[in-house]
């Protein structure tokens, strides 16, 4: 029997009308392939994953491949989202063993859940020198049957060696100006001065390596810094990366020009380039970079947003193309044709000249993805965004991609920092309201008495699995924005809650950071990686909240934490910067400072206290953090003995254990706040 269709996962959900004897990880997966004396199947994948959909179709939906596997094997069925320690494991020991990585991951584990044999997709016949799934099944099922010493010691010797990979942590002292500038002039070297960004194809968006840039040009001034996140940042919203009529990103880019993207959707890319858009034009006032932030943040809202106030994970790559057939891109492609259909002919020619909508096409079968104009050239700013609206209109009337509306507790603590911002930076207050509603549903349905997280929950019902670091990391740091932005006392306190936590749970005596808690599943080893992957690592993302956190409430053991985890940054910084960029991002802050401000008023409705506040949010002083009351007020420790200069609202300005002279003038703190 298939055991998914109980499953709060919308990537297990998929897979529970398959022929094949589905488990979902649990203990009695094991127990069962003990009794049965047979090997277990792992499955990784997600619910916008296209490679996934298409083993799924031509595998796991066939029911003589079902037929061999539910003899043969027990299948347990993975989404990474929901169990990223469990992914991490499994996804290191694939790397080990091949080189490679990625989804769907295949994984053959002995009933001790020690694996032996590895790949990702397999097809259903044997192509370009892959074997097919059904050889594959038949090797595995005929090595277990006939040379089960050779799989128990190759299973062994596997685990043996992921136990001997423990990362060298060692140095508990946090990088310096030496390592700082030694990561910016590795970045340097890897980057791609034609068409920004970093390295070849595929090409991601460096969201956290921008954060550092934007914050090392702050703290230093360095115009090189400045100009690689410009350059990429305009790139990237040029391209076919960017979502031309919707807004939001896709997940990556199939070439080095950022012209077609892998269409998929995800909560985590739109909230960390939101959040960098933003910052973009904090630091430069670009018109570009205004837009992007806001029409990311509005697709957030828009399509992102489940009824109980959170954000779904992503969107699919895939959709119903209008035969009925699941086509890669379908929704968001265009023929001169349809631009025809749509626009009439002469807005059609300026739109396929505006949008590089070519009778080749740039995409497949014809049809292009939408970028913006990669040279010079006039064109009627009212006529363009006409053309804009009828489309993004008409696109709405195409099926949709599907989306996974599993609300992710990390992703959600990115999405309210992004959105809390840049409510705050551009006088949009409903998004600073969809960033409470977010952290409201965080809190009342993912923390439970002991502030222990629930990783995810799906239509207000909350998930059995343990939230691990990322979690904790990220909703803290979400938790700081909004308290930082709205004055709320009350999501510093939560923070520190969730800190605690990470302190208890997650950190070993040298400073050294787990993902998982101390108390979680025992997996074959326990996770642990400092480096960035699509968002910034449990690791440096914990040292970032512990930062400010320490900041914002003189917290000795937050910040001496902050400092240990950034050790590992001073290891890797300067050897593999693209790898770590968040934690470079934290360490210009605790370089800087970071500075504390705190504005107190008579009001927080006084008009010169909200020119005072949104002065102190939109200073570039890397990892600043503010506070903002009344005297009176007791919310935050940086109010405390805080008085009003002559009866007006004042500022004050601190780092380092000294403080400016307090100032009632918004430009004298702007220029305090400059870097």
Same mark, same amino acid.
């Given at each position: 029997?298939?055991?998914?269709?109980?499953?709060?996962?919308?990537?297990?959900?998929?897979?529970?009308?398959?022929?094949?004897?589905?488990?979902?990880?649990?203990?009695?997966?094991?127990?069962?392939?003990?009794?049965? *004396?047979?090997?277990? !199947?792992?499955?990784?994948?997600?619910?916008?994953?296209?490679?996934?959909?298409?083993?799924?179709?031509?595998?796991?939906?066939?029911?003589?491949?079902?037929?061999?596997?539910?003899?043969?094997? $027990?299948?347990?069925?993975?989404?990474?989202?929901?169990?990223?320690?469990?992914?991490? $494991?499994?996804?290191?020991?694939?790397?080990?063993?091949?080189?490679?990585?990625?989804?769907?991951?295949?994984?053959?584990?002995?009933?001790?859940?020690?694996?032996?044999?590895?790949?990702?997709?397999?097809?259903?016949?044997?192509?370009?020198?892959?074997?097919?799934?059904?050889?594959? !099944?038949?090797?595995?099922?005929?090595?277990?049957?006939?040379?089960?010493?050779?799989?128990?010691?190759?299973?062994?010797?596997?685990?043996? %060696?992921?136990?001997?990979?423990?990362?060298?942590?060692?140095?508990?002292?946090?990088?310096?100006?030496?390592?700082?500038?030694?990561?910016?002039?590795?970045?340097?070297?890897?980057?791609?001065?034609?068409? +920004?960004?970093?390295? +070849?194809?595929?090409?991601?968006?460096?969201?956290?390596?921008?954060?550092?840039?934007?914050?090392?040009?702050?703290?230093?001034?360095?115009?090189?810094?400045?100009?690689?996140?410009?350059?990429?940042?305009?790139?990237?919203?040029?391209?076919?990366?960017?979502?031309?009529?919707?807004?939001?990103?896709?997940?990556?880019?199939?070439?080095?020009?950022?012209?077609?993207?892998?269409?998929?959707?995800? !909560?985590?890319? *739109?909230?960390?380039?939101?959040?960098?858009?933003?910052?973009?034009?904090? #630091?430069?006032?670009?018109?570009?970079?205004?837009?992007?932030?806001?029409?990311?943040?509005?697709?957030?809202?828009?399509?992102?947003?489940?009824?109980?106030?959170?954000?779904?994970?992503?969107?699919?790559?895939?959709?119903?193309?209008?035969?009925?057939?699941?086509?890669?891109?379908?929704?968001?492609?265009?023929?001169?044709?349809?631009?025809?259909?749509?626009?009439?002919?002469?807005?059609?020619?300026?739109?396929?000249?505006?949008?590089?909508?070519?009778?080749?096409?740039?995409?497949?079968?014809?049809?292009?993805?939408? =970028?913006?104009?990669?040279?010079?050239?006039?064109?009627?700013?009212?006529?363009?965004?006409?053309?804009?609206?009828?489309?993004?209109?008409?696109?709405?009337?195409?099926?949709?991609?599907?989306?996974?509306?599993? $609300?992710?507790?990390?992703? *959600?603590?990115?999405?309210? #920092?992004?959105?809390?911002?840049? +409510?705050?930076?551009?006088?949009?207050?409903?998004?600073?309201?969809?960033?409470?509603? #977010?952290?409201?549903?965080?809190?009342?349905?993912?923390?439970?008495?002991?502030?222990?997280?629930?990783?995810?929950?799906?239509? @207000? =019902?909350?998930?059995?699995?343990?939230?691990?670091?990322?979690?904790?990391?990220?909703?803290?740091?979400?938790?700081?924005?909004?308290?930082?932005?709205?004055?709320?006392?009350?999501?510093?306190?939560?923070?520190?809650?969730?800190?605690?936590?990470?302190?208890?749970?997650?950190?070993?005596?040298?400073?050294?950071?787990?993902?998982?808690?101390? %108390?979680?599943? /025992?997996?074959?080893?326990?996770?642990?990686?400092?480096?960035?992957?699509?968002?910034?690592?449990?690791?440096?993302?914990?040292?970032?909240?512990?930062?400010?956190?320490?900041?914002?409430?003189?917290?000795?053991?937050?910040?001496?934490?902050?400092?240990?985890?950034?050790?590992?940054? /001073?290891?890797?910084?300067?050897?593999?910067?693209?790898?770590?960029?968040?934690?470079?991002?934290?360490?210009?802050?605790?370089?800087?400072?970071?500075?504390?401000?705190?504005?107190?008023?008579?009001?927080?409705?006084?008009?010169?206290?909200?020119?005072?506040?949104?002065?102190?949010?939109?200073?570039?002083?890397?990892?600043?953090?503010?506070?903002?009351?009344?005297?009176?007020?007791?919310?935050?420790?940086?109010?405390?003995?805080?008085?009003? #200069?002559? @009866?007006?609202?004042?500022?004050?300005?601190?780092? *380092?254990?000294?403080?400016?002279?307090?100032?009632?003038?918004?430009?004298?703190?702007?220029?305090?706040?400059?870097?």
């Amino acid at each position: 029997m298939n055991r998914l269709a109980h499953e709060t996962s919308p990537y297990l959900l998929q897979h529970a009308d398959n022929p094949v004897d589905w488990w979902p990880w649990s203990a009695e997966a094991f127990d069962e392939a003990r009794r049965r *004396n047979v090997p277990v !199947l792992l499955s990784v994948g997600y619910s916008s994953c296209h490679w996934c959909h298409v083993m799924a179709h031509e595998s796991f939906e066939d029911p003589e491949t079902a037929g061999y596997l539910n003899e043969h094997f $027990v299948s347990v069925k993975v989404d990474r989202e929901e169990r990223p320690d469990v992914d991490a $494991v499994y996804m290191e020991a694939v790397q080990a063993a091949t080189g490679q990585g990625g989804w769907p991951m295949t994984v053959f584990l002995t009933p001790d859940a020690e694996p032996f044999y590895f790949g990702t997709y397999f097809p259903p016949s044997p192509r370009h020198g892959m074997p097919s799934f059904r050889q594959v !099944l038949q090797g595995v099922h005929q090595a277990w049957t006939d040379r089960r010493e050779e799989v128990a010691e190759v299973a062994g010797k596997i685990v043996r %060696d992921l136990a001997g990979r423990e990362f060298p942590y060692g140095d508990t002292r946090a990088p310096g100006e030496e390592e700082l500038a030694q990561a910016l002039l590795g970045l340097t070297r890897e980057y791609d001065p034609q068409r +920004g960004g970093f390295g +070849g194809a595929p090409k991601f968006p460096p969201s956290m390596v921008l954060e550092f840039l934007l914050r090392h040009h702050a703290r230093t001034g360095s115009q090189g810094a400045l100009q690689m996140a410009q350059d990429t940042c305009e790139r990237m919203a040029r391209g076919g990366l960017y979502d031309q009529l919707g807004g939001g990103f896709a997940r990556y880019s199939v070439d080095r020009d950022w012209a077609v993207p892998h269409f998929e959707k995800m !909560l985590y890319d *739109n909230a960390l380039l939101c959040r960098v858009y933003a910052h973009l034009w904090r #630091a430069t006032g670009s018109e570009q970079a205004r837009r992007v932030a806001l029409e990311t943040a509005d697709f957030m809202v828009r399509e992102l947003r489940t009824a109980e106030g959170g954000f779904a994970s992503a969107l699919d790559a895939d959709s119903d193309d209008g035969t009925g057939r699941h086509v890669e891109g379908a929704f968001y492609v265009w023929t001169p044709a349809q631009l025809a259909e749509v626009l009439g002919p002469e807005d059609a020619e300026l739109a396929a000249e505006y949008f590089g909508v070519t009778q080749e096409g740039t995409f497949e079968q014809g049809a292009s993805v939408l =970028r913006l104009p990669q040279s010079e050239g006039v064109f009627d700013a009212h006529r363009v965004e006409s053309i804009r609206r009828r489309l993004f209109e008409a696109r709405a009337g195409r099926p949709a991609p599907g989306r996974d509306d599993k $609300v992710v507790a990390a992703w *959600n603590g990115l999405a309210v #920092a992004a959105l809390a911002e840049t +409510g705050a930076y551009f006088d949009r207050p409903d998004l600073v309201d969809a960033a409470i509603g #977010a952290a409201d549903l965080l809190v009342r349905l993912h923390m439970d008495e002991h502030a222990r997280l629930a990783r995810t929950s799906k239509d @207000g =019902r909350v998930g059995a699995n343990a939230g691990v670091l990322e979690d904790y990391a990220d909703v803290a740091e979400g938790f700081l924005a909004l308290a930082s932005v709205t004055g709320e006392g009350v999501w510093l306190d939560f923070a520190g809650l969730l800190l605690d936590q990470v302190l208890t749970g997650f950190t070993d005596e040298s400073g050294a950071l787990y993902d998982t808690a101390a %108390d979680a599943e /025992k997996l074959i080893r326990r996770p642990q990686d400092p480096t960035d992957n699509a968002a910034p690592s449990g690791w440096t993302a914990a040292a970032g909240a512990l930062l400010s956190y320490a900041a914002q409430t003189g917290s000795e053991p937050h910040r001496t934490a902050a400092e240990r985890a950034l050790g590992v940054v /001073k290891a890797l910084g300067p050897r593999v910067p693209r790898f770590i960029g968040w934690g470079l991002a934290v360490a210009e802050a605790l370089l800087d400072g970071p500075r504390e401000i705190a504005i107190v008023g008579p009001a927080l409705e006084d008009p010169a206290t909200r020119t005072l506040h949104r002065t102190a949010l939109l200073g570039t002083a890397p990892g600043a953090v503010v506070a903002v009351g009344t005297p009176e007020s007791d919310e935050f420790p940086l109010l405390v003995d805080r008085i009003l #200069a002559n @009866g007006e609202s004042t500022a004050y300005v601190c780092r *380092n254990f000294t403080c400016d002279v307090p100032t009632t003038d918004p430009e004298r703190l702007r220029r305090a706040l400059s870097g």
